[in-house]
């Protein structure tokens, strides 16, 4: 089995502290009693056999067997999701949409599930059930489901229902790839939360082995696009660079790109020159030139006409609320959610800019 924690060595010293600081408080093995996590499900060795699902319940290996497409945990084994497997989750979606009527948009959960559910109930995108009941609208997660918090399996399991959901409903869940989804991936398990080192130990496997290729997570998330462009709007994680259109890249090519290259290795990245920028540094994932002082507006209005769209909605680098830059050219939507307290989206509709707030206020940008 691959270690649970694979850390760059030039990290080890900050990550040495944050790991003391977090495990002084929650520190997690086998053998602690109380964590329940789960369904994970993997490929079986033949398509005829049933399917079994694992489960964590009181920090024991459990498993069941899917029936109809359906996963139901074992009795006595908390509140974990009972997800309804969708035999189209692996399809790839277009990465651009017109003449959509509404649009809502947020960012970086980062495990925080029941901040995510209240958000979305307050907002009326979820009922009070927790279904779907944006109608033909289309919902963007743009990255950073993964990591920090203690329930990304059900932040994970619950967009994978949406995913589903909304479709059957006429609309669309846009699940875009953030830096931290394409981290897990490659196994930096830098900030993984402590609860997931039990699945790990009983699972024997690593926690990106987990999400691999032969998960059903991991395949639905494999098919996901980086960046989507919906009416005069281009969503993505990070931000774009000027590097993008000197490259005269396409969200076609980028997006096959990400999804062929995921499971790459960091220092096979960084040997392939456009790989290394899409994945790294000034790459959509991880572009925080708009945020920083002295930014070129020009430049700006440059990738606005490349793409030829009237503003760019970002995640990744954390806000207070949802923010309007230059003139809302740019619209920065990680509200910080992350924190566990709190959060906020951004709704889109008729040309209309609103800011979703936690309470289920809405005010305008």
Known sequence: MKKFITLPSLA???????????????????????????PYLFTQASSDAPRTAYWVCNSELRTTQVKALQLVSPNDCGQLPQPTLNPKAHDISADTYANIEKVVALSDVHGQYDILLTLLRKQNIIDKDNNWAFGDGHMVMTGDMFDRGHQVNEVLW??????????????KLHLLMGNHEQMVMRGDLRYVHERYRVAGELLDRSYDELYDKSSEIGRWLRAKNTLVKINDTLFLHGGISSEWVERKLTLAKANDLYRKNIDRSKPELKQDELLNYLFFGNGPTWFRGYFKPGYDETELD????????????????????????????????????????????????????????????????
């Open 302 to 365: 440059n990738i606005l006409s490349y793409f030829d769209v009237k503003q760019i909605v970002v995640g990744h680098t954390s806000q207070e609320r949802v923010l309007g830059l230059y003139d809302n050219k740019v619209i920065a939507v990680d509200s910080s959610i992350k924190k566990g307290v709190s959060g906020e989206l951004l709704l889109i509709q008729d040309e209309i800019f609103t800011r979703g707030l936690y309470n289920g206020n809405r005010v305008a940008l």
């Open 12 to 38: 080890l010293l900050a990550f040495t502290q944050l790991a003391i600081a977090s495990t002084t408080s929650s520190s997690l093995s086998a053998a602690d009693p109380t964590v329940t996590d789960g």
């Open 158 to 171: 619950f967009m994978y229902k949406l995913d589903r959901q909304a479709t059957a409903a006429g609309g």
